[in-house]
Protein backbone atom coordinates (compact mmCIF):
# COMPACT_ATOMS: atom_id res chain seq x y z
CA UNK A 1 0.00 0.00 0.00
CA UNK A 2 0.92 3.28 -0.99
CA UNK A 3 0.88 6.43 1.91
CA UNK A 4 0.95 9.53 0.13
CA UNK A 5 1.24 12.66 2.85
CA UNK A 6 -1.61 15.83 1.79
CA UNK A 7 -0.42 19.16 2.82
CA UNK A 8 -3.38 21.42 3.68
CA UNK A 9 -4.74 23.97 1.02
CA UNK A 10 -3.45 26.89 3.42
CA UNK A 11 -0.14 25.81 3.89
CA UNK A 12 1.10 27.79 0.79
CA UNK A 13 -0.40 30.58 2.39
CA UNK A 14 1.90 30.69 5.36
CA UNK A 15 5.05 30.73 2.86
CA UNK A 16 3.89 33.12 0.94
CA UNK A 17 2.95 36.22 4.05
CA UNK A 18 6.29 36.21 4.65
CA UNK A 19 7.16 36.87 1.19
CA UNK A 20 5.43 39.43 -0.89
CA UNK A 21 1.88 40.69 -1.96
CA UNK A 22 2.95 39.07 -5.47
CA UNK A 23 3.49 35.77 -3.77
CA UNK A 24 0.17 35.60 -1.75
CA UNK A 25 -1.68 36.32 -4.77
CA UNK A 26 0.06 33.49 -6.29
CA UNK A 27 -0.45 31.19 -3.54
CA UNK A 28 -3.88 32.21 -3.31
CA UNK A 29 -3.95 31.86 -7.51
CA UNK A 30 -2.65 28.25 -7.40
CA UNK A 31 -5.41 26.85 -4.31
CA UNK A 32 -7.97 28.08 -6.09
CA UNK A 33 -6.54 26.64 -9.51
CA UNK A 34 -5.49 23.50 -7.84
CA UNK A 35 -5.66 20.93 -5.77
CA UNK A 36 -2.37 19.52 -3.44
CA UNK A 37 0.25 17.91 -5.37
CA UNK A 38 -0.46 14.99 -3.26
CA UNK A 39 -3.93 14.55 -3.96
CA UNK A 40 -3.52 14.50 -8.10
CA UNK A 41 -0.23 12.52 -7.88
CA UNK A 42 -1.37 9.88 -6.13
CA UNK A 43 -1.98 6.51 -7.73
CA UNK A 44 -5.48 4.60 -7.98
CA UNK A 45 -5.84 2.64 -4.18
CA UNK A 46 -3.46 4.89 -2.37
CA UNK A 47 -4.07 6.58 0.82
CA UNK A 48 -3.86 9.52 1.39
CA UNK A 49 -2.76 10.87 5.44
CA UNK A 50 -4.79 14.50 5.84
CA UNK A 51 -2.19 16.09 8.52
CA UNK A 52 -3.01 19.36 9.93
CA UNK A 53 -5.81 21.02 7.41
CA UNK A 54 -7.13 24.84 7.91
CA UNK A 55 -9.82 24.20 5.34
CA UNK A 56 -10.21 25.84 1.71
CA UNK A 57 -12.64 26.56 -0.81
CA UNK A 58 -15.78 24.44 -1.20
CA UNK A 59 -15.39 23.97 -5.12
CA UNK A 60 -11.74 23.35 -5.18
CA UNK A 61 -12.43 20.49 -1.98
CA UNK A 62 -14.82 18.98 -4.04
CA UNK A 63 -13.27 18.57 -7.65
CA UNK A 64 -10.37 16.89 -4.36
CA UNK A 65 -13.02 14.77 -3.18
CA UNK A 66 -14.42 13.80 -6.60
CA UNK A 67 -10.70 12.41 -7.67
CA UNK A 68 -10.32 10.67 -4.52
CA UNK A 69 -13.30 8.64 -4.95
CA UNK A 70 -12.38 8.10 -9.24
CA UNK A 71 -9.31 6.61 -7.84
CA UNK A 72 -10.74 4.14 -4.54
CA UNK A 73 -8.55 5.98 -2.39
CA UNK A 74 -8.23 5.68 1.45
CA UNK A 75 -8.33 8.57 3.60
CA UNK A 76 -6.98 9.13 6.87
CA UNK A 77 -7.59 11.87 8.72
CA UNK A 78 -4.96 12.32 11.29
CA UNK A 79 -3.58 15.58 11.81
CA UNK A 80 -3.96 18.00 14.97
CA UNK A 81 -6.96 20.08 13.68
CA UNK A 82 -9.29 19.30 10.45
CA UNK A 83 -11.25 22.63 9.64
CA UNK A 84 -13.86 24.06 7.65
CA UNK A 85 -13.79 22.46 4.05
CA UNK A 86 -11.48 19.60 5.59
CA UNK A 87 -14.42 18.34 7.02
CA UNK A 88 -15.79 17.13 3.77
CA UNK A 89 -13.58 14.57 3.70
CA UNK A 90 -15.72 12.74 5.38
CA UNK A 91 -17.89 12.00 2.65
CA UNK A 92 -14.86 9.79 1.15
CA UNK A 93 -16.37 5.65 1.01
CA UNK A 94 -13.05 4.45 2.70
CA UNK A 95 -12.43 7.25 5.45
CA UNK A 96 -11.23 6.89 9.24
CA UNK A 97 -10.38 9.92 12.02
CA UNK A 98 -7.69 10.02 14.79
CA UNK A 99 -9.73 10.30 17.82
CA UNK A 100 -7.25 13.23 18.85
CA UNK A 101 -8.04 15.31 15.29
CA UNK A 102 -10.18 18.40 16.71
CA UNK A 103 -12.06 19.29 13.79
CA UNK A 104 -13.75 22.33 13.10
CA UNK A 105 -17.40 23.56 11.47
CA UNK A 106 -19.01 26.86 10.63
CA UNK A 107 -21.31 28.56 8.97
CA UNK A 108 -20.56 29.00 4.74
CA UNK A 109 -18.55 32.32 3.70
CA UNK A 110 -16.88 33.98 0.96
CA UNK A 111 -13.31 35.07 1.23
CA UNK A 112 -14.29 38.07 0.21
CA UNK A 113 -18.10 39.82 0.75
CA UNK A 114 -20.98 38.31 1.85
CA UNK A 115 -23.66 35.34 0.94
CA UNK A 116 -27.32 35.67 0.48
CA UNK A 117 -29.61 34.04 2.83
CA UNK A 118 -30.45 31.40 -0.52
CA UNK A 119 -26.57 31.46 -0.91
CA UNK A 120 -26.25 30.50 2.83
CA UNK A 121 -28.65 27.96 2.40
CA UNK A 122 -27.66 26.38 -0.76
CA UNK A 123 -23.92 25.95 0.41
CA UNK A 124 -25.17 24.06 4.41
CA UNK A 125 -26.67 21.66 2.78
CA UNK A 126 -23.73 20.80 -0.07
CA UNK A 127 -21.83 20.96 2.71
CA UNK A 128 -23.94 18.70 4.74
CA UNK A 129 -24.59 16.13 1.98
CA UNK A 130 -20.67 15.41 2.91
CA UNK A 131 -21.42 14.41 6.22
CA UNK A 132 -22.69 11.14 7.91
CA UNK A 133 -26.47 11.38 8.12
CA UNK A 134 -26.39 12.60 12.53
CA UNK A 135 -23.47 15.00 11.90
CA UNK A 136 -25.54 16.33 8.84
CA UNK A 137 -28.64 17.21 10.96
CA UNK A 138 -26.48 18.71 13.78
CA UNK A 139 -24.32 21.05 11.32
CA UNK A 140 -28.03 22.29 9.37
CA UNK A 141 -29.37 22.83 12.98
CA UNK A 142 -26.80 24.00 14.75
CA UNK A 143 -23.08 23.71 13.15
CA UNK A 144 -24.35 26.31 10.20
CA UNK A 145 -25.22 28.91 12.17
CA UNK A 146 -22.20 29.99 13.84
CA UNK A 147 -20.78 32.25 11.56
CA UNK A 148 -17.80 33.60 13.86
CA UNK A 149 -15.40 31.14 14.79
CA UNK A 150 -16.04 27.50 15.20
CA UNK A 151 -17.59 24.33 16.62
CA UNK A 152 -15.17 22.16 17.96
CA UNK A 153 -15.95 18.12 17.49
CA UNK A 154 -13.00 15.64 18.54
CA UNK A 155 -12.34 12.67 16.19
CA UNK A 156 -13.72 10.62 19.51
CA UNK A 157 -17.00 12.01 19.52
CA UNK A 158 -17.51 11.32 15.74
CA UNK A 159 -16.05 7.92 15.77
CA UNK A 160 -18.87 7.37 18.46
CA UNK A 161 -21.27 8.62 15.90
CA UNK A 162 -19.99 5.72 13.66
CA UNK A 163 -16.78 7.32 11.46
CA UNK A 164 -14.15 4.53 11.65
CA UNK A 165 -11.24 5.46 13.55
CA UNK A 166 -7.66 5.06 11.95
CA UNK A 167 -6.15 1.96 12.86
CA UNK A 168 -2.56 3.30 15.29
CA UNK A 169 0.23 4.03 13.13
CA UNK A 170 2.58 1.58 15.12
CA UNK A 171 0.16 -1.41 14.21
CA UNK A 172 -0.01 -1.01 10.53
CA UNK A 173 4.06 -0.86 10.59
CA UNK A 174 3.85 -4.64 12.20
Request: proline share 6%; glycine share 8%.
Amino acid sequence: MKIVPLAGFRSQFRLAVRNTSVALTAALTLSLAAPPEAAKAAPYGATIIVGSDQGGFIRARLREIDRIRARHQRVEIRGRVCLSSCTMYLAVEDVCVSPQTSFGFHAPGMAFGSLTPEQADYLSRLIASYYPPVLADWYLAEGRKKSKGMFRVSGANLIALGVPACASLASRSR
